[in-house]
Nanobody, 123 residues
Framework: QVQLVESGGGLVQPGGSLRLSCAASGSIFGINTMGWYRQAPEKQRELVATITSSGSTNYADSVKGRATISRDNAKNTVYLQMNSLKPEDTAVYYC?????????????????WGQGTQVTVSS
């Protein structure tokens, strides 16, 4: 089995910062793209940022300049540093991993999601 465990959410004042972490564990052959998504109440889940295994990044326009995604391949962990937080950043943040597992000796790709971590930006 594979698990993605997120941490680092919480209550932050507007203008503040936080760092989210997501560690993947289990029977993993390799990890391709990892990313962060978020879902605010009564809204659809949306992309925040992604990072490939080679370090190429992609950001939603709403967080460009305020967010930095990074990863530690040795630890199977992805991070999201968010600065200058705004009330509209309030959401449940989910980690997603596009990873490979061996099935009958052949690598196959799967998408896995974490359980989500709440980020609330409020004074």
């Amino acid at each position: 089995q594979v698990q993605l465990v997120e941490s680092g959410g919480g209550l932050v004042q507007p203008g503040g910062s936080l760092r989210l972490s997501c560690a993947a564990s289990g029977s993993i052959f390799g990890i391709n793209t990892m990313g962060w998504y978020r879902q605010a109440p009564e809204k659809q889940r949306e992309l925040v940022a992604t990072i490939t295994s080679s370090g190429s990044t992609n950001y939603a326009d709403s967080v460009k300049g305020r967010a930095t995604i990074s990863r530690d391949n040795a630890k199977n962990t992805v991070y999201l540093q968010m600065n200058s937080l705004k009330p509209e950043d309030t959401a449940v943040y989910y980690c997603k991993a596009d990873l490979s597992r061996l099935w009958l000796g052949v690598p196959r790709r799967y998408d896995y999601w974490g359980q989500g971590t709440q980020v609330t930006v409020s004074s």
